[in-house]
């Protein structure tokens, strides 16, 4: 969940030797995850919000123009941290040029949190020296996929 990742982002920050600059790399790196993940989380207490939207079927999307890989690599860039933390190898699996260069419609945020979701799911249930795969694929419809092994 982005509470999580932003709980570790904040670990990694706090565990790093005193007088660590605010421009060290990895303290960057921390920041952005947690404005990511903060806004996830706000998008998540919206949407909690909007229950009786989608139960009266008013539901609003906000389809968007987007790229799989930008919506893979965010998730593997938002949860690297926490993978390596966990002794884990998170990749994103290269994309085929056709998948990778093809531009989708779709409400961006709510698919970013399924594939968050799924990334976090699988280093949640991977052990210390696994890896987990992030892939995507072109066949009657855009599949993606995070894979443990």
Known sequence: ?????????????LDLMPGTRVDDSVVVECMRAMATCS???QHIVSDMLD???IE?????????????????QAAVDSFGRLATAKEITLCLVPLHPDLDQAVFI??????QECVNNGVS???RFTEAG????VRAWRGDEA???AESE
Do not use: C, H, W, Y
């Not at 009266?56 to 893979?72: D, F, K, T, W, Y």
């Not at 696994?130 to 795969?133: A, R």
């Open 56 to 72: 009266s079927g008013r539901l609003v999307l906000e389809p968007a123009a987007m790229r799989i890989s930008q919506l893979l």
């Open 130 to 133: 696994g890896t987990v795969k």
């Open 51 to 53: 229950f009786e939207r």
């Open 143 to 145: 599949q993606a996929q």
């Open 106 to 111: 779709g409400d961006v945020r709510r698919l």
């Open 1 to 13: 969940s982005p509470l999580l990742s932003v709980a570790n982002a904040v670990a990694i920050v």
């Open 39 to 41: 806004q996830l989380m």
């Open 121 to 123: 799911n699988s280093i």
